[in-house]
């Protein structure tokens, strides 16, 4: 069975862009989640979607949003970059809501 | 606020040698799991536990969930160079678990 897969792997963009990130969750698995990796703060949780809803939100800003479609496959939109989104982006596929995730190989943002 | 503690830091041993890393909280967590990630990938899911006072043995890795579901313990025997990464503890922030709380990691290096 195939992994959770995240494309581009790498993108580089300047600051004030926008750029949207995509995640393909494992087949079967209706529950996705974002996270962003960086080495001062760590992993933190951006989104949870379920069924095409969204769950639960982290403490970020408005910039940041995502969405769900049927296929369960999800994206994440980061508007008017700034230097500090500069990271790792994961995502995390899992069967429901009471199940062990699995990441996503993530995307490396860097912003110039 | 870091809900989840990681120590030590930092740990670098000889293969062969033996290692705890420590995953501790102030919250009781109704499940904890534990990752390890590799440079420039996402984390792999190494074991979840769920009952306090749970032990479980992966090969050369177990992993003890407290009494109180508060902390949690990774113990690496004989350790190998392919056991080197960062040692990530998770646990559920909400009702499901697609939102974890990450300690900051325990970053492992085991040199031949």
């Known amino acids: 069975k195939a992994g959770v897969t995240q494309t581009p792997r790498y993108l580089i963009k300047t600051r004030g862009q926008q750029v949207t990130l995509s995640c393909s969750p494992i087949?079967?698995?209706?529950?996705v989640s974002w996270y962003q990796q960086t080495p001062g703060q760590g992993l933190q949780f951006l989104f949870e979607y379920f069924s095409e809803t969204q769950r639960n939100k982290g403490n970020f800003p408005g910039r940041f949003s995502g969405r769900q479609f049927s296929n369960s496959r999800s994206e994440m939109n980061v508007s008017t970059l700034e230097l500090g989104d500069s990271a790792l982006y994961l995502c995390?596929?899992?069967?429901?809501?009471?199940?062990?995730?699995?990441f996503g190989p993530g995307t490396r943002l860097t912003v110039l | 606020t870091q809900l989840l503690e990681q120590s030590p830091q930092f740990l670098s041993i000889q293969e062969g040698e033996n290692l705890t890393v420590y995953c501790n909280s102030s919250?009781?967590?109704?499940?904890l799991q534990w990752y390890r990630q590799e440079p420039g990938e996402g984390p792999v899911l190494l074991v979840t536990?769920?009952?306090?006072?749970e032990v479980k043995k992966l090969k050369r890795l177990t992993f003890q969930f407290g009494d109180a579901r508060k902390d949690s313990s990774l113990h690496i025997t004989a350790a190998q160079p392919g056991d080197t990464g960062l040692y990530l503890c998770a646990g559920p922030l909400t009702d499901s678990w697609g939102k974890l709380q990450f300690g900051a990691g325990t970053q492992v290096v085991v040199t031949p």
């Open positions: 919250s009781v967590f109704s499940s």
């Open positions: 536990v769920v009952t306090g006072g």
């Open positions: 087949s079967g698995h209706r529950s």
């Open positions: 995390a596929s899992s069967l429901g809501l009471f199940n062990e995730q699995f």
